[in-house]
Structure formats: C-alpha cells, structure tokens
C-alpha cells in the first residue's frame, strides 16, 4: 500500500477508539498491531476477532464484535483502495 494509503488507515483506527471514555489514550502501539491483522486476515470475522484480542490482551477489556465491524470494513475498503 502506498503511503497516503497507511496514514489514512491509521486516522480510522485512530478515530474509532473504542476506549471512549479515555479521549487522550495514547494507543499507537495498538494501532499498529491492528494494522498487521487488518493485512493479514482480509476476513472481517477473523480480522474483528484479532482487533479484539489485542484490546483484551493490551487494556484487560473486550470489545464487542459489532462495534469492531464497522471499523474492520472501512478499514478493509481503505486497504482495497490504495492496493499497489
């Protein structure tokens, strides 16, 4: 993926925090990881499953499935987009 491509996955991930209650949560360590599940499960069930291991292993807290989904999907399509 091109490098316009990379920042704009990262301003998704990055927005949709999940964590909502802590606004200035510094989660880019994460950020990261989501982005090598998102490459590497083009599955939206097993990349949401991955999105959800991390927050579990990383802040002791589970995610539910549906609100990882729609995050999974428009990530999925930014990916789709800026393929090389």
């Keep these: 993926m091109n490098p316009e491509g990379n920042v704009e996955l990262y301003r998704v991930i990055e927005n949709w925090n999940p964590m909502k209650e802590d606004e200035d949560m510094d989660y880019d360590a994460e950020i990261y990881d989501i982005i090598a599940i998102l490459y590497d499960h083009p599955s939206k069930e097993d990349a949401a499953l991955g ?23 428009n990530a999925h399509h930014i990916i789709d987009i800026y393929k090389s």
């Design 51 to 73: 999105v959800q291991s991390i927050f579990e292993f990383a802040f002791s807290v589970r995610v539910p499935l549906k609100d990882i989904h729609p995050m999974v999907e």
